[in-house]
């Protein structure tokens, strides 16, 4: 298997996801991938524990994609190898009553990272500019100043909007928190066989909803408002990576290799040193243990 890169799939400048491939022909073996995939893990189940003795930063990742691309199997897979306390998965549906009291981005702030863990955005804070686009009707929800109606919502409100995400990321990551973004390029080919597996297998009945036959018809609406968003947001400090995922296995390993890879950029994650003083006296700690 050819090695990852992350600048490979790193978005720097202005892309096209209609000129970028949804599946990378890789030659290796459902095998390989995911030996491949379980070295990584422990390689992130051990970082992460580094983390939390160092206690400086958390990790934000972020997951977006159309339905069926794989983002919750890939948490399943990815993370499992991670202590339980060391990373929290939060999944963005629909704001409820509470959420609408507030602005946008609150119920994100509250699921931040604490420093040492990992947090896992399942759908982000990019929905506002995404499902919102392809219906701008919800944002009346938000009950927001001088928007009455969905005509009063301008290009300018979703300008002003990509500022603020902006924004907020360039805030968090100014006090410890490391964001990267994943976008699961999906076909829409590859989206139909996965939802009519849904159907076919009973097993997978379960994760069937008309809502989302309802939201393939708006592909090309999505398409386009995903690629301006990846275009308008992704930064140095907050990147997009574009993940070819129609082979789902090779989109895990893809996803964990580039985690590492740009967790090593972070040198001064160490565990830290007990003070010299408390070294010194281990011997006495032992003798007084053994003598109990």
């Not at 565990?271 to 006495?284: G, I, R």
Request: with cysteine; proline share 4%; hydrophobic share 35%.
């Amino acid at each position: 298997m050819k090695s990852i890169n992350p600048d490979d799939f790193k978005v720097v400048g202005k892309i096209e996801l209609s000129k970028i491939p949804t599946n990378l022909f890789n030659e290796a073996s459902e095998d390989d991938k995911e030996e491949k995939l379980d070295k990584v893990q422990a390689k992130l189940s051990e970082l992460q524990d580094v983390m939390y003795a160092h206690n400086k930063y958390g990790v934000l990742i972020c997951l977006q994609g159309m339905d069926t691309s794989g983002k919750d199997s890939l948490i399943r897979e990815v993370f499992k190898e991670f202590n339980p306390r060391g990373v929290v998965v939060s999944s963005f549906k629909t704001p409820n009553s509470a959420e609408l009291e507030h602005d946008y981005l609150w119920r994100h702030y509250l699921a931040l990272p604490e420093k040492g863990k990992f947090a896992v955005f399942n759908r982000t804070h990019y929905e506002n500019v995404l499902v919102t686009r392809v219906h701008p009707e919800y944002i009346l929800s938000e009950n927001l100043p001088g928007i009455e109606k969905v005509e009063d919502i301008t290009p300018v409100f979703w300008e002003n909007r990509m500022d603020q995400i902006n924004n907020f990321e360039k805030h968090i990551s100014q006090n410890g928190t490391i964001v990267m973004k994943f976008y699961f390029h999906l076909s829409k080919e590859e989206q139909r066989k996965r939802l009519l597996r849904r159907l076919e297998e009973e097993e997978h009945h379960w994760k069937f909803s008309p809502g989302d036959m309802k939201e393939r018809e708006h592909w090309e609406d999505y398409m386009k408002f995903y690629e301006e968003a990846i275009n308008e947001t992704s930064t140095e400090i907050a990147p997009w990576y574009i993940i070819p995922a129609d082979d789902k296995e090779m989109a895990r390993y893809i996803v964990a290799k580039i985690i590492w890879e740009e967790m090593q950029k972070h040198t001064d994650i160490k565990e830290p040193e007990l003070d010299e003083k408390v070294k010194a006296n281990f011997e006495e700690y032992k003798k007084q243990l053994e003598m109990e």
